[in-house]
C-alpha cells in the first residue's frame, strides 16, 4: 500500500514537472512558406503568389495571374516584423517587386482591333498580414502598392495618340491595392522564452 501512494505521488509530481516545463516553454509556429490566390500586382493581376522565407523576417515571393487578356507576373521581396518571443494576429510588411506593373488598353471600333500592351517596372509598397486567431493554416494580407511607371510606357501612349488619333478616357491611378488569401504549407517551431 505504502508502495502505491509513493508512485501515486511520483506521478503526480512528474505530471506536474512536464506540464511546467509546456508552460515555461510554450512552442509557437512561424510560417515560413505559403501559396496564395489573390488579386493586385503582387498576384500577377489575378492570381496566384507563392512566399518562401530566407530568415523569418525576409523572403523572396513570385506572383502570375491574368488581367485585361495579358500574362502577369512579378517577383521581389518582402520584409515582415515578426517577434519569436510573441506571435500576433497581425504583422506589418514592406515589399518591392519588379515585373509587369502597367497595361495599356485601346478600344477600336471593333473587339479585334483593341490594342492590348503590358510594360515592366519597379513596384513598392507595404501592408499587413493579419488572422482572426493565431494562423495555423493561412491568413489574409492586405497591400497598398506604388508602381513606378517606365518612361516607354508614356512613349507608347503619346505613338497610339498620334497615330490612331485616339483619346486617353483615364489616367492611371498612381496607387494599387492587393488582397489575398494565403495557405500555410510549412512553418518554424520556435520556442519562446518566458522571464
Known amino acids: 500500500m ?35 490566390f489573390g488579386i493586385g500586382l503582387d498576384y500577377g493581376g489575378l492570381g496566384v503568389n507563392f512566399t518562401t522565407h530566407l530568415h523569418e523576417n525576409i523572403a523572396i515571393f513570385g506572383g502570375v495571374g491574368y488581367l485585361s487578356k495579358i500574362l502577369l507576373y512579378n517577383t ?27 497595361i495599356a488598353k485601346f478600344d477600336g471600333s471593333t473587339q479585334s482591333n ?3 500592351n503590358s510594360f515592366k517596372g519597379f513596384t513598392f509598397g507595404g ?7 493565431q ?18 510606357y508614356n512613349k507608347y501612349v503619346e505613338s497610339i495618340k498620334w497615330r490612331y488619333n485616339a483619346r486617353v478616357k483615364k489616367d492611371l491611378l498612381p496607387i494599387g491595392f492587393s ?3 494565403k495557405i ?12
Not at 494562423?135 to 516607354?152: C, M, N, Q, Y
Not at 500555410?184 to 522571464?195: E, P, Q, S
Request: with cysteine.
Open 2 to 36: 505504502k508502495s502505491l501512494i509513493v508512485l501515486i505521488i511520483c506521478v503526480c509530481l512528474f505530471h506536474k514537472n512536464i506540464n511546467a516545463q509546456k508552460v515555461d516553454k510554450p512552442i509557437n509556429r512561424i510560417d515560413m512558406a505559403s501559396f496564395g
Open 76 to 102: 521581389g521581396v518582402k520584409a515582415r516584423l515578426i517577434s519569436k518571443k510573441k506571435l500576433t494576429i497581425i504583422n506589418p510588411f514592406v515589399l518591392g517587386m519588379y515585373g509587369v506593373n502597367t
Open 114 to 116: 483593341s490594342l492590348y
Open 127 to 133: 501592408g499587413i498580414d493579419f488572422s482572426l486567431k
Open 135 to 152: 494562423r495555423k493554416t493561412g491568413f489574409w494580407s492586405l497591400a497598398l502598392l506604388v508602381p513606378i511607371r517606365s518612361t516607354e
Open 179 to 181: 488582397i489575398g488569401y
Open 184 to 195: 500555410i504549407f510549412h512553418t518554424k517551431t520556435v520556442k519562446k522564452k518566458v522571464r
